[in-house]
């Protein structure tokens, strides 16, 4: 049977093809974790020493990882859970099967803080749109805002209340349209922001703490801190890109979709980076407390880079209104990976799995705003609940997935499988890497992060 033929026969919708594949991930992919996760983990773990760990993990994991899995939801036609469930089920591997289950769980567990910090994206618009720019470019502006009881929950809803909307609507529409129209916008202001960063008297100290490893800042903290960003920043081990890949034609080279978008991806990142690590720099003098900031690190200083552009309420509504859509997008598709696994796997229908997020969202999204109010006495290793929910995920579980997947792949599926697969559509001139990783490099080191990561949860080394 000719490929076009069997392609005709699979029940699953297809992609249009290269276009399609690369927009649809790039829009997942870019999102929050490139403009307000990177930043503040890279102004955390020590700068340029975290830049050059990512880079490196990028370069060969990242790209290992995002073939491996879009050919295998290629070559399955199945999500995440029944991939797994085919291949490990044949073998009775319960251990593996287990990886399945990870990649459909790591998305419920993001859901409900991405939405929070989605609410206060949008609190950050209505403030600009009331021309409230001055007051939000105080210290203490955000730190008020996230501490109190409601206001951040209600937030929270009004996002989450957006991504459940669009997800029973249907994506196709108006958000991947406007998505279109304003990534290309967010790419130019943001240049623009960066430039104006970066030439603000002061903020050389703050380029260079960015962009010059210090060796003496590295520890094994470093690499897992990169792992989790590099699986939170390109959806890997979290089941959207084995959907994904199992609506892809087999003419599609994965290859060099894969390169797009570590290419995109991670330009988007070192953007935002030039835009807020300098920026800290000139306004706070690059004190260990303001690089610590965490979570609230884009929220407490853009609004001063903002300001100080004088008329930055318009540019802050602006840069607001697109880190909405990037968000808005990326959203959609963890909730809908968490959809549509409920419904394979419960049978439920669309509706009902929605609301079922929709809950789970709730329930689990209100402590998380709460742990900078009220709740703010509960904390491992001086994490809020938000920054736990986030390693959980992150850095724990998403390494343990990829961990099984490359178990998967070179114990039982057999690499050259999925090799085989790949280079149906491409010469494929990243093989020996991808080899490399799959098989020795990636289990080695995801099992070095996962301990690691395990052992800082329990207190044995410093987060
Ligand atoms: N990759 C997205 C970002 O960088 O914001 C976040 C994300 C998308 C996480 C999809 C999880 C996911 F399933």
Known sequence: MSTETSEKNTARGLFSGHIGFILAVAGSAVGLGNIWRFPYLTAKYGGGIFLLVYL???????????????????????????AFRAFSGFRHNKFLMTGGFIN???PMIILPYYCLIGGWIIKFLFEYLCGNSAAMAESSFFGGFISSACEPIIWHLIFLGFTAFIILRGVEGGVEKASRIMMPILLILAVFVSIYSMTRPGAGAGIAYYLVPDFSKFSIMTVVAACGQLFFSLSIGMGILITYGSYMRKNVDIEAATGRIELVDTFVALLAGFMIIPAVFVFSGGSAEALNAGAGLMFITLPKVFESMGWGGFIGFAFFLMVFFAALTSNVSIMETCVSTLSDELHLSRRTATMIMFGEAIVLGVPCSLGFGPLDFISLGGMSILDMM???????????AALLTCLLIGRVIGVDVVANEIKQSSP??????????????????LLIVSVSSMAAALGFIKI
Request: positive net charge; charged residues 15%; proline residues 5%.
């Open 56 to 82: 490196i993990l990028m370069l060969t994991f990242g790209f290992a990882l995002i073939a491996a899995e879009t050919a295998l939801g290629r070559k399955t036609r199945l999500s995440p859970i029944g």
């Open 104 to 106: 459909a769980v790591v």
């Open 390 to 400: 986030d390693f959980l995920a992150g850095s724990m579980l998403c390494p343990f």
């Open 428 to 445: 494929f001139k990243r093989e020996g890497v991808f080899r490399a990783c799959i098989r020795t490099f990636g289990p080695i080191i």
